[in-house]
């Protein structure tokens, strides 16, 4: 059993990211559930900068492409809403999620591609809105300020009682600072989205398998990412699927590689 708690669609920047491209990848490599969110959400380029009102996509019109996604393979696919924090939180929004609870497992952020901190109150409102909807928050970290994992913390210990997912534990980083946040916070939990697998069995080793989850990105590399990274290299993830499973204890792997993921986004087999 594998679920993947990172994988996306949508059409944003040089992503490029089809319904189609995640169902093959999931049936080749094995992955029995992903949970999914929609990159057309993002509304900054790489360098930060606002799109153009051409390029943007409202996060109802994601969150709806999503839903028509999850629905037309349900019990395959979930969602995390992928949020714009510079919209408000209308009435539509909120029937959706009530209408849609069974498959909406979570609220996802992207700091960097939405050009606002994490600890901001136009990020904060849609972490009041999990906290309403007892879903977990997932949000990108990597090594600026907006999307550092110190902002994550910060939110993680204001809010105790929501559960926080630390994407990437600071991509670009050795991951060691993110580990440190996480083991001192007990509602902060990790992925293994382009963390090695030394980092994995660091976070293993002062955190416990219980608080981080297998992710992927898939397919940001092309429907081939489980194997190939975009270079045309063995992808990361072969290791997770292969060297890993050697070096930790069965009731760790599956922990990372399904368990901790029914657990957080309520998920039954």
């Known amino acids: 059993m594998i679920i993947d708690t990172h994988v996306h669609i949508g059409q944003s920047l040089n992503f490029d990211m089809r319904e189609e491209d995640v169902l093959y990848s999931l049936k080749k490599y094995n992955i ?21 009102e051409s390029m943007q996509t409202s996060g109802i ?10 629905r037309e393979n349900e019990g395959k696919i979930y969602l ?6 510079m919209e408000e939180i209308t009435s539509e929004l ?8 069974d498959v909406i497992r979570g609220i996802k952020f992207h700091p960097y591609h939405s050009g606002v901190a994490f600890t901001d109150e136009s990020c904060e409102k849609y972490v009041r809105l999990a906290a309403e909807y007892n879903l977990p928050v997932i949000s990108h970290t990597g090594t600026e300020y907006d ?22 534990l600071g991509l670009g980083s050795d991951n060691k600072e993110a580990i440190e946040l996480c083991k001192a916070q007990k509602n902060l939990y990790g992925d293994t989205t382009w963390v090695s697998i030394k980092s994995t069995l660091e976070f293993i080793d002062k955190c416990g398998s219980e608080r981080i989850m297998f992710g992927s990105d898939s397919p940001i590399d092309g429907k081939d990412t489980y194997a190939f990274n975009f270079k045309g290299e063995r992808s990361l993830y072969q290791e997770y699927f292969g060297e890993f ?3 930790i204890s069965k009731e760790d792997y599956e922990n990372i590689m399904w368990r901790n993921a029914c657990r957080l986004f309520s998920i039954k087999l």
Request: with cysteine; charged share 30%.
């Open 94 to 101: 909120k029937t959706l999620v009530e209408d849609n609870i």
């Open 61 to 70: 019109d994601c969150l709806k492409r999503s839903l028509k996604f999850a």
């Open 32 to 52: 029995d559930i992903a949970v999914v969110s929609n990159c057309q959400a993002a509304s900054h380029d790489h360098d930060r900068k606002l799109l153009p």
């Open 147 to 168: 999307d550092n994992p110190k902002r994550l913390f910060e939110m993680a210990k204001k809010y105790p009682n929501t559960n926080f997912v630390m994407v990437h």
């Open 80 to 85: 995390q809403h992928w949020v714009k924090p």
């Open 245 to 247: 499973k050697e070096m």
